[in-house]
Structures are given as C-alpha cells and as structure tokens.
T-cell receptor
Framework: ETGVTQSPTHLIKTRGQQVTLRCSSQ?????VSWYQQALGQGPQFIFQ???????GRGNFPPRFSGLQFPNYSSELNVNALELDDSALYLC????????????FGPGTRLTVL | KQEVTQIPAALSVPEGENLVLNCSFT??????LQWFRQDPGKGLTSLLL?????REQTSGRLNASLDKSSGRSTLYIAASQPGDSATYLC???????????????FGQGTILTVHP
C-alpha cells in the first residue's frame, strides 16, 4: 500500500506567478484535503475534495483553487502569488469525507520571491 | 470558531525525563482529537487519535488523554529520548453536526528538544 505523495518537493516562484502542486492519495482513499503551514505555525485548512467535488473550504481567497481527478489524485492551484503564500503545503487523504483518519504527505515547500 | 492552543511553545529536557504537552480547544463539540509529530521541513506523522467518547489512548511510551468537557488534552511522553525531538501538534475535528467536513483545526505546536 503506497502512502500519500506530493510533487514537487520544493518550488521557487516570483510574486504574481501561478503555481500548481500535486498530490497522489493513498490507495483506496477518495478524499483529499489541502493545508497551508507557514513557518512556525500549525497547518491551516484550505479545502477538501470528495469524489471530485469540493465539499469544504477554509478562509482562503478564490485564487486558491483545486481539482480532484477520477483516480482521486488532486491539484492545488494558486494564482497571482503573494509573498505571504510562501509556506509548506500539505496534502492529506482519507477513505471517507470526514470520519476517517487523514494521512499526510511530505509536503511541498513553496517560496515566493 | 474553534481555536486550539498548545502550551508550552517550546520545551527542552534531558534524556530520560517524563514530560507532558498540553493542548486546549474552545469548542467542546469535537468528533476526535489527534496528536501529530512533525520533523523539521517534513510532513505530519499521526501518533494517537482519541475519539470524543474516549478518555485516553496509549502507544508505546506515549499516552494521550482527553477531557472534552474542559476542552483539554495532554500528551505524556515517558522516558524521553533524543529521537523524540520534533514539533508536536494537536488537531481537533468538529462533531458531525457542524459544517466542518473533514477539517482539522491545529494548534501551533510544541517544539520539543531532548538532549543527551
């Protein structure tokens, strides 16, 4: 059974650019959640996808968007990057919408210059 | 709005000491509470999950307790080792009646250093 994987590991962008981060969920999991973790802070919930539909969103602007594919992998897209978007982006998968334990990937470190 | 606070923010102890990390939350209508470990620049590793109906969970040298009515949880680490050095995060999931979906609300973490 493979765990949650994320790509890329590190990414450097400049302000105003757009970025796409990818997540492959654990085998058998149909739910993916994305979190943003700024340095020295706890992770903040961005949104969750269940069976290809967004079914929950945290306090993040619309320039944060996502997709979930039929194989339950997921993408996080961020448009018009700002310096404050620099963070570790974590993806977590689970087998149901909200009842099951979430398993986290290693994260993508995004630096915005 | 659920808020989660962890105390202390940082802790440094000599090897072999028993220690307690604290977590408090403002909304007691939780579904479960989870403790995670995070090594520098890495993802989260789940340590213990306590359902709202449970009082404690144990795994090896780790014991987590939950007092839902007072909004508190503690993580007890026995006989600490240098390999325990990491950031420890607690996270709560609201009860099914809320619109929390699968959202976890995290504390800011406690940075633990165990020196030889």
């Amino acid at each position: 059974e493979t765990g949650v994987t994320q790509s890329p590991t590190h990414l450097i962008k400049t302000r105003g650019q757009q970025v796409t981060l990818r997540c492959s969920s654990q085998s058998g999991h149909n739910t993916v959640s994305w979190y943003q973790q700024a340095l020295g802070q706890g992770p903040q919930f961005i949104f969750q996808y269940y069976r290809e539909e967004e079914n929950g969103r945290g306090n993040f602007p619309p320039r944060f968007s996502g997709l979930q594919f039929p194989n339950y992998s997921s993408e996080l897209n961020v448009n018009a990057l700002e310096l404050d978007d620099s963070a570790l982006y974590l993806c977590a998968s689970s087998s149901t919408g909200w009842t099951d334990t979430q398993y986290f990937g290693p994260g993508t470190r995004l630096t915005v210059l | 709005k659920q808020e989660v606070t962890q105390i202390p923010a940082a802790l440094s102890v000599p090897e072999g000491e028993n220690l307690v990390l604290n977590c408090s939350f403002t909304d007691s209508a939780i579904y479960n509470l989870q403790w995670f470990r995070q090594d520098p620049g890495k993802g989260l590793t789940s340590l213990l999950l306590i359902q709202s109906s449970q009082r404690e969970q144990t795994s090896g040298r780790l014991n987590a307790s939950l007092d839902k009515s007072s909004g508190r949880s503690t993580l007890y680490i026995a006989a600490s080792q240098p390999g325990d050095s990491a950031t420890y995060l607690c996270a709560v999931r609201l009860d099914a009646g809320g619109t929390s979906y699968g959202k976890l609300t995290f504390g800011q973490g406690t940075i633990l250093t165990v020196h030889p």
